[in-house]
């Protein structure tokens, strides 16, 4: 008899992420003292940058939030101040991608606000904003930035609107009128030509922002759908929602054919709001539930098991939410992919937890760092509505690597201006800073349209010196 010998390795994709885990920051590392607010909205009511840390917190008589330097954790004064203008309370803020300064917030007040802050963190409440969007009737719930143009900023209300506004103007451009109940969740593709969105009504939608045509859709009957997220240049969608027999589950979804998920897992039957976020440098999903102390994490492929489960980081301290700090932000010596920081309402505490390929190498590991989006945006908001898409303008880690504080601590060109050690952003009018805000995306066009026309001139040059060659050589 012929004996066939099995192994268990031939059952299991081998993986370079197989040993990822959690590391919580120390104590030394957290920001504590926060009034972290209680609203019920399944938010993640905090977000972070290489430079700044900013979360949404209790106040009375109208909406506030935190901004900290990053490099400054510890104990928060209980007088720190707030960004403090809105009239109700905080439901949203994201930082722009493009500007570490440049910060958005939503509210109940029906209002989107843009603000910025100055290097160091806030002296005094900020009260007056740089713009102030007014379009929708009832409260705006979601903010998105657009991935590669800084000029574009989408704001979803319970009017069950989604607002596309030109920051460059001010002004808002389309409205998206396709949902007939409130919007849950609002996802870009890696380009920004196409909008993935849940809605109440069960609804899974793919929309071409521009037109606001919705170009597939899909009615998930059997489960609730709550937050979606696009998976990178993968055609894939992913959505967490609530089964029909009220268990947690993910589903996988071909982007060009909504009739059917390619894949479905079940996840668990606690209650809480299950969020996705996705790295897609390390094709690494991260799910973490509303309320929950654990982080699960998979590696998801185009092929067959599409959702390989990998590990689990898990903590006695439940979440109220969740803030993902940008790829250029991780400490790239210590072979951190991923860095959350963890909102623990009942100690008023924001903890990092980092994501670590363990790794004793001495030398930059390009397989895990590989080119990811810089801070330069790769069009204007004109390009963009007139119906040009392009990728984010990458940049290599490679430069971070043992360097202290990477990007940290750095100052943008942008972010602050002195005439003979006057602090001008501390000096100007609303209507000013408005105008302050719309040249820098400007000058920022300006820039990108020179650095095209050098690379053009160079190819010019390249080519005029083959052909001299060429004449020389006959």
Avoid at 68 to 97: A, E, F, N, T, Y
Avoid at 129 to 140: K, N, P
Avoid at 272 to 290: E, I, R, S
Avoid at 391 to 411: T, V
């Amino acid at each position: 008899m012929t004996k066939v010998k099995m192994s268990w390795h031939s059952m299991y994709k081998s993986s370079k992420f197989r040993h990822v885990y959690g590391k919580a920051g120390s104590r030394e590392q957290c920001y504590e003292g926060i009034p972290i607010t209680h609203s019920v909205h399944d938010n993640h009511f905090c977000a972070v940058n290489p430079k700044f840390l900013a979360v949404v917190t209790e106040s009375a008589g109208g909406g506030a939030f935190l901004v900290i330097p990053l490099h400054k954790p510890g104990r928060i004064d209980p007088h720190h101040p707030k960004v403090c203008g809105h009239q109700g309370s905080v439901m949203d803020i994201k930082w722009s991608p493009f500007m570490d300064n440049i910060i958005a917030s939503s509210s109940e007040d029906c209002t989107v606000r843009i603000w910025q802050i100055p290097d160091g963190g806030l002296r005094r409440n900020m009260t007056e904003a740089l713009m102030i969007l007014i379009g929708h009737s009832r409260r705006a719930g979601l903010i998105e930035w657009h991935p590669t143009c800084s000029g574009i900023l989408l704001s979803a209300g319970h009017d069950c609107k989604i607002l596309i506004w030109n920051l460059e103007e001010g002004v808002a451009v389309k409205m998206i009128d396709s949902h007939p109940d409130v919007i849950l969740c609002m996802s870009f593709n890696t380009d920004g030509s196409l909008l993935a969105t849940s809605c109440k009504d069960k609804k899974l939608r793919i929309i071409d922002p521009r037109s606001g045509k919705v170009l597939r859709e899909a009615d998930c009957k059997s489960s609730r759908v709550n937050r979606v997220v696009f998976l990178g240049n993968l055609k894939r969608v992913l959505t967490t929602g609530v089964s029909r027999w009220n268990t947690r589950q993910i589903a996988l979804w071909d982007q060009e054919d909504l009739c059917a998920p390619i894949t479905e897992e079940e996840i668990d039957g606690l209650s809480g709001v299950l969020f996705p976020f996705y790295d897609a440098d390390t094709h690494m999903l991260y799910l973490a539930g509303k309320g929950d102390g654990n982080i699960r994490y998979y590696e998801v492929s185009a092929e067959k098991p599409f959702l390989q489960f990998l590990m689990e980081f898990r903590s006695p301290a439940p979440q109220k939410g969740l803030g993902v700090m940008a790829k250029r932000g991780v400490d790239v010596s210590e072979c951190e992919i991923f860095r959350f920081y963890k909102l623990v309402t009942l100690k008023g505490l924001v903890e990092p937890i980092s994501m670590i390929v363990p790794r004793r190498s001495e030398t930059y590991q390009e397989d895990i760092f590989p080119m990811t989006a810089g801070t330069e945006s790769a069009l204007s908001a004109a390009e963009w509505l007139s119906g040009i898409d392009r990728g984010p303008l990458l940049i290599s880690l490679k430069e971070a690597y043992k360097r202290p504080n990477p990007a940290g601590l750095r100052a943008s060109k942008w972010d602050r201006r002195t005439v003979k050690g006057i602090d001008l952003l501390e000096n100007l009018t609303p209507n000013t800073d408005k105008e302050l805000l719309k040249m820098v995306f400007k000058q920022q066009d300006e820039i990108r349209k020179l650095k095209d026309e050098l690379g053009e001139k160079d190819e010019r040059i390249r080519q005029l010196e083959l052909e001299l060659k060429n004449l020389r050589n006959t």
